[in-house]
């Protein structure tokens, strides 16, 4: 199994380290589609999975889910997170396991979800319903200096609840002077750049893992898509993710990388634990 680049104490002490420099926006690829954003000591979570929770779940299964990458953290030694979101119900997204050790480490903990999935949501966590914060596409919501804007994502497709509100979404995400774009699980789909261009995208954080019928789940855009929705958008960097976790849902990211080379997109692949930093002038 691999390790990550950073991992429990050397990884806590980056995220000490990135701190001390307030001009400069931090993100750490916690693995799958888990990220921790750091701007001026505050810190939001996005789609964390902290747990072995599916690999237990799966067990003896036709459908393993053996690791390919050890953990970066427990959960619980997060004890400074104030915002965490889930894009959408699958336990990779939303993994009890994980988010009720953040709560329990984080008194003041706000979790942001799709309004459609409050429910659900109340039910895995075993929380009250009104806990979480609910956001649907075209909406915004402002938490602990974010701001957080519901992008829709088709996983496979635009999938919307009773009401027209969307099951899955992507976040962009407003820190300071910065706009991240995570997107959740999603295929293409027509409109999808009309929605983000108007964000000036710094950070897009897209899957690249694909969608192969074999596999038996819902599937993401692949790497040449993820490099071509990056280019459409006018990101100023591009991070992939979604791979390196389930021996049976990964992909290389070699296609991703040879993409963003022909379109003069820039990148930045990292490892599990690994962080991403960029200052801007005058912030």
Not at 4 to 15: G, I, K, N, R, S
Not at 23 to 42: A, C, D, E, N, T
């Amino acid at each position: 199994m691999k390790k990550p680049l950073l991992q429990d104490d050397a990884f806590l002490a980056d995220v000490r380290e990135a701190g001390r420099d307030p001009r400069q926006l931090s993100i750490w690829w916690l693995g799958q589609s888990g990220f921790l954003v750091q701007w001026q000591r505050r810190h939001t979570l996005l789609d964390p999975y902290l747990s072995d929770s599916l690999t237990k779940k799966y067990a003896g299964t036709d459908k393993p889910h053996a690791r390919l990458t050890e953990r970066v953290v427990a959960p619980e030694r997060l004890d400074f997170i104030e915002v965490v979101t889930s894009s959408h119900n699958h336990t990779d997204h939303l993994d009890a396991d994980t988010l009720l050790a953040l709560s329990k480490a984080n008194a003041h903990l706000q979790l942001v979800v799709p309004e459609a999935n409050r429910a659900f949501v109340s039910e895995r966590l075993k929380c009250p319903v009104n806990y979480p914060h609910g956001l649907d596409a075209g909406r915004s919501l402002g938490l602990k200096d974010f701001t957080f804007y519901g992008i829709p994502a088709a996983h496979n497709e635009l999938e919307r609840d009773a009401e027209g509100q969307h099951k899955f979404l992507g976040y962009v995400i407003e820190i300071g002077p910065w706009r991240i774009y995570h997107s959740g699980d999603t295929k293409h789909f027509h409109g999808m750049e009309d929605w983000l261009r108007p964000f000036d995208v710094d950070v897009a954080l897209l899957p690249i893992n694909g969608d192969r019928p074999e596999r038996r789940v819902a599937g993401n855009l692949d790497g040449r898509e993820a490099a071509q929705l990056a280019h459409a958008i006018g990101a100023d960097v591009v991070i992939p993710c979604h791979y390196d976790l389930f021996e049976f849902n990964t992909a290389s990211p070699d296609e991703f990388v040879a993409e963003c080379q022909r379109l003069r997109q820039h990148y930045s692949v990292l490892q599990n634990g690994e962080r991403w930093s960029a200052a801007k002038l005058n912030c």
